[in-house]
């Protein structure tokens, strides 16, 4: 509020300095041609309140302080002259009342990091209550009073450790995300007509998809070699998976757990009707069709498969994700190997 004042007293003084070679007569022509525009806005408001901010006012204030009630008339303003004085007697008012103002008293606040400290147990711990998280706190050092403890947690709308202890399926998937594959077909419809099936797999933890291939006629031995091709993939890139979750469709055959389990991979199948048992990977089917097969018009086997290339490239290397806080995974896992810096240039380079 101190600068708006500031500034409007600068930008007068230097306007001040600008009127001095001006001559009486042309400063009695500005007056009067001020004063016929100010008659002017008053015509067209029709009666309205004039809204000027803080800065306006006390500006105004200061400045007309002293002047007689018969200027003010005079001077046709667009407040009345008790508005003036009011809002004259409002500032020092205020300026008296910050300069009286009595100290703070009574115990300080905590300091910022031990909350930090506090909420970031109670939210990776929801089985502990406040006085666990104080026993946890004297252990590293922190000296605070268990019902510090409690007042945070309430003041931050965490509830007692009973009512947070439950889990959901959120939860449950994110906690061993590093450990854990969802994968499943979607079927898409090219221009002649023709009904092809696609098969994608993704990575929990980093959001990394990987498309194994699309078919008109999604065979056993097709959808076993693709098993094959996942593992090959997945010691490319370093992934120690263990879990993949997948639909009971009569598509998989035993086959494929079969390639799987020989990898050390354990098939989990999800529930009847339970699509938030795989939801990640829901997520990027209806991502898929959002950005790329809802906006493109597929000719063939061999142009689906071509477009849904460019859009694994695109996703694993320039799209942000907000699980990832707004990295893509392969930058994430580049800054993993590299320290946590950055490397590399950018360039632009236009998604056909």
């Not at 905590?110 to 147990?121: E, F, P």
């Not at 009512?163 to 221009?191: G, K, N």
């Not at 893509?328 to 236009?350: C, I, L, N, V």
Request: net charge positive; proline share 5%.
């Amino acid at each position: 509020m101190l600068l708006r004042p500031a500034y409007l007293g600068m930008t007068n003084a230097f306007a001040m300095l600008r009127l001095l070679p001006v001559s009486d007569r042309e400063e009695d022509v500005e007056i009067l041609a001020l004063r016929h525009r100010i008659a002017v806005l008053e015509r067209q408001l029709d009666g309205q309140r004039v809204r000027s901010d803080a800065g306006d006012r006390a500006f105004l204030a200061s400045l007309l302080h002293g002047v007689s009630r018969e200027v003010l008339r005079r001077m046709r303003l667009l407040v009345r002259p008790d508005t003036v004085l009011r809002r004259h007697h409002d500032l020092l008012a205020r300026r008296h009342a910050v300069q009286s103002r009595p100290k703070r008293v009574g115990r300080p606040r905590t300091v910022h990091s031990i909350r930090a400290l506090i909420l970031r147990l109670a939210r990776e711990n929801p089985s502990w209550g406040y006085r666990r998280l104080h026993g946890e706190l004297l252990v590293l050092g922190v000296k605070v009073a268990a019902s510090t403890v409690w007042e945070i947690l309430k003041e931050a709308g965490i509830e007692p450790a009973p009512q947070r202890a439950s889990s959901t399926w959120a939860d449950f998937l994110r906690s061993p995300a590093d450990a854990l594959l969802a994968c499943d077909f979607f079927e898409t419809v090219t221009l002649p007509g023709a009904r092809l099936y696609v098969f994608a797999v993704i990575e929990h933890a980093g959001r990394r998809i990987h498309v194994l291939g699309a078919t008109a006629h999604p065979t056993a031995s097709w959808v076993a070699q693709a098993a094959r091709n996942l593992v090959m993939d997945l010691e490319d890139v370093n992934c120690r998976a263990r879990f993949l979750i997948r639909d009971r469709d009569g598509t998989f055959p035993e086959l494929f757990d079969t390639v799987l389990n020989d990898a050390g991979i354990q098939v989990v199948l999800s529930g009847v009707r339970m699509p938030r048992m795989n939801s990640v990977m829901e997520r990027w089917v209806q991502t898929c069709r959002r950005e790329l097969l809802d906006r493109t018009l597929i000719w063939d086997q061999r142009h689906l498969l071509y477009a849904l290339r460019e859009f694994e490239t695109f996703y694993n290397e320039h799209r942000p994700h907000q699980v990832r806080r707004q990295s893509t995974p392969s930058r994430a896992m580049k800054r993993r190997h590299d320290g946590g810096q950055p490397t590399g240039e950018h360039r632009r380079r236009p998604q056909r």
